[in-house]
């Protein structure tokens, strides 16, 4: 094939790939903070202006200050959506006002209060936004007695029962879910592992599958040891950077590894190893700011701050396994043949340079 076709299959593969990875991490998102009360419960719902005024039919061009003119609306759509039920039944919910609370993202912040029949077996149900993000999650932070539960609401589970903190058990499981997750939703992770993997196909052909999976292992063990330090720190509070730079430089690792790879097609020696694995260590760090993200959103649970930040991580490291072990295999046997380099190397890592070139300039225009 000629460099001209070449480079115009990986322009229609980077064309065709663009509309489901061009949104990593643009899915929207609601925070709702739940404070069980004697008469029901007092729910505080925090929703970007922007996705609240194309909700509301308004326009993206609407500007925040005068979103909250519209508060009866606003109000009127989140009373609708947002539901609670007790043992005795559909409980009643009165808007309290509105308020707009900028920063980095401008949100609006709207407060329910609700009225149940009972306080017993309380749930929550939230059926905004779904029906036109069906990735839209919501943050669920319950503030009861006993202490503070995050929970997570997806298009499929959208509703939760509040009336009691879950046991240790249940928030490892919980957060496990929410690391898996993450990172099998999180594109530009995905295709950063998957930069790192093509070379192992190489690897595997001059030496053998063995030595590719030890490179490989190398290459993945460095990653996670950079993102579990940042991840941690900056769960614990202890660093902190501004989301906005994190995410425009994980864009700019994607498109650096993914140029190493068309500037050196080949397999590593042991010293180009070696500075790999310094690279994957160090856009790890990186990475981790990232992961970590969710978490704020998310909160960890009082109770069980330390276990949720385990059991998260642990969850990240089982959704990399599963990419790295359902890619490696494939990869290996496509390299058996001449053509691997060319579609497989160079073709792969210039369609994923795109992406990350595309984000980079999205995720640096927004800052």
């Known amino acids: 094939m000629t460099r001209g076709k070449l480079f115009a299959t990986t322009a229609l593969l980077a064309t065709l790939g663009l509309p489901s990875v061009a949104a990593a991490h643009m899915g929207s998102t609601k925070a709702l903070r739940v404070t069980p009360t004697s008469g029901g419960a007092r729910i505080e719902a925090r929703i970007e202006a922007t996705d609240a005024a194309l909700a509301l039919g308004l326009g993206r061009s609407l500007d925040a200050a005068e979103l909250t003119q519209h508060g009866a609306l606003l109000e009127g759509w989140l009373t609708r959506g947002i539901t609670m039920r007790s043992d005795g039944g559909r409980c009643d919910a009165h808007a309290a006002g509105v ?71 249940t928030t490892a499981k919980s957060f496990v879910c929410e690391g898996v997750v993450h990172l099998l939703t999180g594109y530009d992770h995905l295709l950063f592992l998957l930069s790192l993997i093509l070379i192992a196909g190489l690897t595997a052909k001059r030496d053998g599958m063995r030595s590719a999976v030890k490179d490989i292992g190398w290459l993945v063990t460095a990653f996670t040891i950079g993102h579990s330090i940042s991840l941690c720190a900056a769960a614990m ?4 950077l501004p989301i906005g730079w994190v995410e425009a430089a994980i864009a700019a690792s994607i498109v650096l590894v993914a140029g190493l790879n068309l500037a050196r097609p080949e397999a590593p020696s042991q010293k180009t190893l070696r500075g790999r694995n310094l690279l994957a260590a160090s856009f790890g760090l990186i990475h981790g700011f990232g992961f970590s993200s969710v978490l704020a959103d ?70």
């Open 298 to 367: 998310v909160g960890l649970p009082e109770a069980h701050r330390i276990l949720a930040l385990l059991s998260f991580n642990v969850g990240i490291e089982l959704g990399q396994m599963a990419c790295v072990l359902a890619l490696l295999v494939p990869l290996a046997a496509w390299a058996r043949r001449p053509s691997y380099t060319r579609y497989g190397v160079q073709a792969g890592s210039l369609a994923i340079a795109v992406c990350g070139c595309t984000w980079l300039v999205e995720r640096t225009l927004a800052l």
């Open 99 to 169: 308020a707009l609370e900028t920063g980095e993202k401008d949100r609006l912040v709207a407060t329910l209060d609700v009225l149940c029949p009972s306080n017993i077996s309380l749930s929550l149900r939230d059926d905004t936004l779904f029906d036109d993000d069906p990735d839209h999650e919501v943050f669920v932070t319950v503030h009861a007695d006993r202490g503070v539960s995050s929970h997570v609401l997806r298009a499929d589970t959208r509703s939760l029962v509040i009336d009691r903190a879950p046991g240790a058990t």
């Open 237 to 240: 509070g202890w660093v902190s």
